[in-house]
């Protein structure tokens, strides 16, 4: 867990407003950025990679979900135990939950350096719902990567996903293996399966994909702000592919 992300994995605090622990200086252009894509594109990877590059916080709805799951049960609110349910299945969590989750984390998104969002939008509504926010608060998207990978290629890359308990690197059963299996190159922590990785939720992810984020492709065509990015070939390839396409973006040659 990155000391940056606290407040956006934790939530607000005591005094009720989420606050980042690690701003750097205040920069004047701060990047603001959507990561689009299938489950198993590898946005989470993109994102953590833009993070470093960009400077600008790495905010996934989805490392929310999962470190409330972790919380001790009774210090989980009703609407996060359903959304746990949810998340097992694969299916999306409601629209309202997911927009709660988000606004009273509305700090990481307005105060901070900058931000790589990852996972969220994942419908319509939620992108219509940060739409207002961000004009009322008189902010811009720089732009939304959308990763493109065919289907076939997304199942193999999230059947085979192992993830450390720990430190969250991402690893794959076959093609990008730990040393010592089962266990993580980085901190030693031990390797797991997420539970919506297996065959029977990743048919139900694809399905929601399919149906609910799919359309927001041409909801951001339509904006001006779609960069479609071929997901394919190694995370380092990707990312280079991605910062080409920034760094022109930025150039005013995009
Ligand atoms: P991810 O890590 O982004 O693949 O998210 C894992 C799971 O968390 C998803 O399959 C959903 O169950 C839930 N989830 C994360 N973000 C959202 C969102 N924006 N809208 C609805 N459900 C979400």
């Known amino acids: 867990m990155k000391n940056d992300r606290l407040a956006w994995l934790q939530g607000p605090g005591a005094d009720g ?5 690690n701003v750097p200086e205040e920069r004047k252009n701060p990047w603001r950025l959507i990561l689009l894509g299938a489950p198993g594109v590898g946005k ?4 953590e990679f833009l993070r470093e590059r960009l400077f600008a916080c790495h905010l996934s709805t989805g490392d ?3 470190a409330a799951g972790k919380r001790n049960d009774c210090d989980q609110s009703p609407a996060m135990k359903e ?9 999306l969590v409601p629209d309202a939950t997911v927009w709660e989750m988000v606004r009273e984390r509305s700090h990481c998104l307005l105060h901070c350096n ?4 990852d996972g969220f939008p994942r419908t319509l509504g939620q992108a219509e719902s940060l739409k207002e926010l961000m004009e009322k608060e008189k902010l811009s998207l720089t732009a939304v990567v959308n990763y493109e990978l065919p289907l076939n290629e997304i199942v193999r890359r999230l059947s085979g996903r192992r993830t450390c308990e720990k430190c969250k ?10 040393k010592v299996e089962s266990v993580c190159d980085h901190c030693g922590g031990r390797l797991f399966q997420r539970e919506d990785d297996r065959p029977e939720s990743i048919t139900v992810r694809l399905e929601a994909y399919e149906r609910s984020t799919a359309p927001l492709i041409q909801f951001y065509k339509n904006l001006g702000l779609l960069l479609p990015i071929i997901a394919q070939g190694t995370p380092d390839e990707i990312a280079a592919r991605t910062m080409d396409k920034l760094d022109r973006l930025s150039a005013g040659a995009a």
């Open 17 to 21: 407003a989420a606050k980042c622990s």
């Open 169 to 178: 690197a991402v690893f794959h059963a076959t093609e990008r293996p730990p």
């Open 44 to 47: 989470g990877t993109q994102a």
């Open 83 to 91: 959304a746990m349910q949810y998340m097992r299945r694969g299916e």
């Open 114 to 117: 900058g931000f790589i969002l």
């Open 64 to 66: 929310v979900f999962r």
